[in-house]
């Protein structure tokens, strides 16, 4: 299985790379990907630099060109499919029907990705994909289980990369627009979700609170750490119980699944976290591709190392990491 | 313009869900969206039910869409939907591309939560078989002009108009979560919540709708006051989402706005009563989906 890293700039890039990553992702410095943060992405020079840094050590590079473009703006759309194939890039993870479809008629030679933001959840999906644009592989969305990854592994036409690490959408990803109902930007419109432009911080004498498009997300007591307010996340009233209504604050962590994603023939394990930094990107990417290479040797006698859990359990949001729906402990 | 009813989306009683759509059968609505689009644990209408209740709104002159569920996991989703597919007798919505390429070759409808942003997208759905798209539901009224101006030959647009915005859809079911049940043993708890559940924020506003696996707006999504706009835009179809209060008389209220009966800020006005918590429409403004405009706000005074 290959190792997917995140790159949000240069020195990210370069640590995916120097801690064995097979491939890294990343983005232009604008709305054409699912990581439009501000300070974040590749500037055309930068990604330069960064391919002939990978190129020279062998690795796989991968443009993210992941949101969902309207008329008005197609045109830049258009051009960043063009600069990725000028570029030579190894894939382009498109999401759109119209860029995969302009990109497979006008670049026939690029390699095509299906990203999570294609909402690809099935069999019949994937086929579309594959017959009309010769898409390779899919990344696909976090809320399948384990049972149901390998019946699409077995069905599909395309290679599957499946997310291994990192920040969990529990909603399917290229569906969501929870962002946009609070604050006018979502993912596919805009490339992020719950944009920082739209949070605030308030010290109330009820405790610290977090707002997104004006609505409460989270409010905090003395002790408890505030951390960002990312919609889904926070704590909610339903039925007079105040609770993570919808999803606790934790992170995707899959190493002790790794055998039976081998077993089940899934291409490639993608980390999330372009939005992370270079040390971040160092460590996840160090401690998995220990794992996978422990896994390879010795699948049958692979077990998840103390100390690489701990490693990643110190770089993951809210401290805490689940299996998420590959176990579903809620079904 | 016509006037659709969209899929039910939320789970009830098998007597209350034939006798709604025994009503319907006698309302003004010239196309009817029949079918689980949400959850496939809500059995209390079987396939064979649904395809029953079809043919009797058929037979009182209603053209039948048979509308698929939205997020497809297993096989048994995907054999269901291909008996859907492949039933013949009736137009099916795709809410899913799993759907498409089922039925792609014939005429068919996308749904909502197939995403169409762009023109080209629209293109090639046309040479599919796309007969009618829903417009994407986070997208403004100045996107759908521009879309309007690349729209193919022969494909009808339509615009949900009415009803609580679905945001999300996920393998989790969050109404099963909130009384502390798994998924597997949910007890059908989405039937006590026939418009969904209320989540507020604590502050008390009142925020999302759970239904199921689905995450809904609080508010409801009203573009009555936007009918002249829409018709200047093309649009063909009209959507109206079904809930648990009076959607006959929602549905006679668009009515007589689109037949020049009444004017539409008295429909607006008569509107705001049937709303569980209050309007929005911030999407089609090109904003925040869950603003409402001066004319929204206003009608709840």
């Avoid at chain 1, 391919?51 to 960043?80: D, I």
């Avoid at chain 1, 979700?193 to 007591?221: D, K, M």
């Avoid at chain 2, 629209?122 to 690349?150: D, H, I, N, Y």
């Avoid at chain 2, 559940?197 to 199921?212: P, Y």
């Amino acid at each position: 299985m290959d190792l997917v890293c995140p790159a949000g700039n240069l020195p990210s890039l370069k640590a995916a790379v120097d801690n064995g990553a097979d491939a890294v992702y990343f983005g232009f410095r604008d709305d054409t990907n699912a990581r439009h943060f501000a300070g974040l992405n590749f500037t055309p020079a930068k990604m330069e630099q960064g391919l002939r840094y990978a190129r020279e050590r062998g690795v796989k590079l991968f443009l993210a060109l992941n949101t969902y473009p309207q008329p008005s703006g197609w045109e830049r759309w258009r051009s960043a499919v063009d600069r990725a194939a000028e570029l030579g890039v190894d894939a382009l993870i498109a999401a759109d029907i119209g860029v995969l479809d302009y990109a497979a008629e006008h670049h026939p030679e690029l390699n095509l990705h299906l990203s999570v933001q294609g909402s690809a959840t099935n069999y019949e999906a994937l086929r579309f994909y594959h017959q009309r644009f010769g898409v390779r592989r899919a990344v696909i969305p976090r809320v399948l289980s384990l049972s149901q990854v390998e019946h699409v592994v077995a069905h599909s036409p395309v290679e599957i990369e499946v997310f291994g690490f990192g920040s969990l959408c529990v909603m399917v990803e290229g569906r969501c627009i929870l962002s946009s109902y609070a604050t006018g930007r979502s993912p596919n419109t805009y490339g992020a979700c719950s944009p920082a432009s739209h949070v605030e911080w308030r010290e109330t004498p009820a405790g610290l609170e977090t707002r997104l498009g004006g609505v409460l997300i989270e409010r905090c007591g003395r002790g408890e750490n505030a951390g960002y307010p990312t919609l889904c996340k926070g704590r909610f009233q339903v039925g007079g119980n105040t609770y993570h209504a919808i999803e606790e604050p934790t992170s995707l962590n899959t190493l002790e699944l790794l055998p039976q994603l081998r077993q089940a023939g899934v291409a490639a394990i993608k980390i999330e976290g372009r939005q992370r930094s270079p040390v971040y990107v160092a460590q996840v990417t160090r401690v998995w591709r220990a794992a996978l290479d422990a896994c390879e040797r010795d699948p049958a006698g692979y077990r998840p190392q103390p100390e690489w859990m701990s490693e990643l359990s110190k770089v993951s949001e809210g401290t805490q990491t689940t299996l998420g729906a590959y176990s579903r402990p809620w079904q | 313009m016509r006037l659709s009813l969209g899929p039910l989306l939320y789970y009830w009683p098998k007597e209350e869900t034939l006798a709604f759509y025994d009503r319907i059968a006698e309302s003004p609505v010239e196309i009817v969206y029949l079918g689980e689009t949400v959850c496939s644990k809500r059995t209390l209408l079987r396939l064979d039910d649904w395809l029953a209740l079809a043919e009797r709104l058929a037979a009182a002159g209603k053209e039948v869409v048979l509308s698929t569920l939205a997020l497809l996991e297993s096989e048994a989703e995907l054999k269901r939907l291909r008996r859907i597919c492949g039933d013949g007798r009736f137009l099916v919505e795709a809410n899913d591309m799993g759907a498409v390429q089922l039925l792609a070759g014939r005429p068919f409808v996308a749904g909502h939560s197939v995403n169409i942003y762009n023109g080209r997208t629209l293109g090639l759905l046309a040479r599919e078989g796309l007969r009618r798209w829903v417009f994407p539901l986070e997208l403004s009224a100045e996107t759908l002009a521009e879309l309007q101006r690349q729209r193919p030959e022969g494909v009808e647009t339509e615009v949900l108009a009415w009803g609580r915005l679905p945001l999300a859809y996920s393998a989790r079911c969050f109404t099963a979560r909130a009384h502390n049940l798994p998924k597997d043993d949910c007890q059908y708890r989405c039937l006590d919540y026939p418009d969904g559940l209320t989540l507020s924020a604590q502050d008390e506003t009142r925020f999302l709708a759970l239904n199921g696996i689905q995450t809904q707006s609080a508010r409801t999504f009203n573009l009555v006051t936007e009918m002249d706009r829409m018709r200047e835009l093309g649009v063909d179809v009209v959507r109206i989402s079904p809930q648990s209060l009076k959607t006959e008389t929602v549905i006679d209220l668009f009515h007589r706005v689109l037949q020049g009966d009444l004017p539409a800020a008295e429909a607006d006005a008569r509107l705001r009563r049937l709303m569980p918590v209050g309007p929005c429409d911030g999407y089609w403004h090109g904003g925040a989906g869950m603003a409402a405009t001066e004319a929204a706000v206003r009608s709840i005074g």
